[in-house]
Every structure is written in structure tokens, then in C-alpha cells.
T-cell receptor
Framework: GNSVTQMEGPVTLSEEAFLTINCTYT??????LFWYVQYPGEGLQLLLK?????DKGSNKGFEATYRKETTSFHLEKGSVQVSDSAVYFC?????????????FGKGTRLSVIA | NAGVTQTPKFRVLKTGQSMTLLCAQD?????MYWYRQDPGMGLRLIHY???????AKGEVPDGYNVSRLKKQNFLLGLESAAPSQTSVYFC??????????????FGPGTRLTVL
């Protein structure tokens, strides 16, 4: 079946630190991969995505590279800010899935302190 | 565009009471979803719809019913609320779930407490 595994949080970093949130997946075929972010008190919003192997998604200083050989899609940011404090969800969409919705990981809470 | 809106934002119920959560989207999306979010559990899909007049079960459908009478609205009903249904409920929509690059757009959530 399809599944997503994320590193467990919470993750606490000082401002300007380097961030990595690990995400690995299990899927039939080659899915599309996503990172969603949930800021406090809000719904989820798309942060970035990649649709094929070796693609790099990027947005707001965040990056993630689709690694087929390691079935991973780790989220990185070189210098985090307090405003990046949120919950981050990795997700996949099975290719040729018909009507199958997204599969989400359990989320990783990030807290950035000044 | 308002995007995805949810009504109400907060609600407190007593065990056994019923209620309906309303989700509305103005993006002409075909697909709509209801999730619940619980601490340590991430997002779990309750029901979804692939178009007007259709519904399908997700991962945790028991105790919930849904209806999609109009394309822009997706209703989630609790017929007899239980404390285990205390959660934050999110609605989402997307243009085509079958397109592997598709983006889901989420509403702001409804926080439900069942006493």
C-alpha cells in the first residue's frame, strides 16, 4: 500500500539554524510528493511539490528533492526564522491513482526560538 | 475568491447530539474531502467526494455521514456524537484527485468538542 513516514517531533531550533525534516514513502510506481505546512490556528497549505524523480521543489527558502533510490523527500531550509514555526506534513499522490486521495504523514511540529 | 470556508469554527456538543458541518468552495473543484486531525495522528480522511452527488469512504468513516448535493458544498454529519469525535475537522478541495500533481486547498478548520 501507500504510506508516508515522517520524523517525529517536536523539533526545536534557534533562529538561523539549518532545518531538515525527514520523509520517506512507500508507494506503487512513482508518486508525486508534497510538503504542506500548517501555521497555528490555520488549515494546511501547499509549501512545495515534486512530480518526478530528481525534481527539486522549492518555496519560501524551503527545498526538497525527490529521491527515487532512497524513496525520500526530505525538507530542508538553510536558515529558519521564528515565523517558520508550524507543523509540516509530507504527502504523496499515487500516480495513475484514479480517485485515490492524498496520503499524509503524521506531521512534524517545528518551533523556532529567537 | 474566498477559497474553502467552513461553518462553524467552534462547536461544543453533548454526547448523543447531532450536528452538521458545512464546507463550501468557490473554485469549481470537482473533488472535496473531510479530514479529522488529532494529536499524534496527523490527518485522517473521513469521507470524500469525486463530484456532485457522489461520496466515498475514507480511512475513518464510522459515525459520520456526508452529502454532496451541490458541487460547491460538502456536508459532514454526526448523527449521535461521541467523545471520541472530539477533534479538529478540516475540509479540502482539489480540481482533479486523479492528477498526480494536484494541489488540495484546505479550509480553516472546525474545532469540535463532545462532552
Amino acid at each position: 500500500g501507500n504510506s508516508v513516514t515522517q520524523m517525529e517531533g517536536p523539533v526545536t531550533l534557534s533562529e538561523e539554524a539549518f532545518l531538515t525534516i525527514n520523509c520517506t514513502y512507500t508507494a506503487t510506481g512513482y508518486p508525486s510528493l508534497f510538503w504542506y505546512v500548517q501555521y497555528p490556528g490555520e488549515g494546511l497549505q501547499l509549501l512545495l511539490k515534486a512530480t518526478k524523480a530528481d525534481d527539486k521543489g522549492s518555496n519560501k527558502g524551503f527545498e526538497a528533492t525527490y529521491r527515487k533510490e532512497t524513496t525520500s523527500f526530505h525538507l530542508e531550509k538553510g536558515s529558519v526564522q521564528v515565523s517558520d514555526s508550524a507543523v509540516y506534513f509530507c504527502a504523496l499522490s499515487p500516480r495513475n491513482s484514479g480517485n485515490t486521495p492524498l496520503v499524509f504523514g503524521k506531521g512534524t511540529r517545528l518551533s523556532v526560538i529567537a | 475568491n474566498a477559497g474553502v470556508t467552513q461553518t462553524p469554527k467552534f462547536r461544543v456538543l453533548k454526547t448523543g447530539q447531532s450536528m452538521t458541518l458545512l464546507c463550501a468552495q468557490d473554485m469549481n473543484h470537482e473533488y472535496m474531502y473531510w479530514y479529522r486531525q488529532d494529536p499524534g495522528m496527523g490527518l485522517r480522511l473521513i469521507h470524500y467526494s469525486v463530484g456532485e452527488g457522489t461520496t466515498a469512504k475514507g480511512e475513518v468513516p464510522d459515525g459520520y455521514n456526508v452529502s454532496r448535493l451541490k458541487k460547491q458544498n460538502f456536508l459532514l454529519g454526526l448523527e449521535s456524537a461521541a467523545p471520541s469525535q472530539t477533534s479538529v475537522y478540516f475540509c479540502a478541495s482539489s480540481f482533479l484527485a486523479g492528477a498526480s500533481t494536484d494541489t488540495q486547498y484546505f479550509g480553516p478548520g472546525t474545532r469540535l468538542t463532545v462532552l
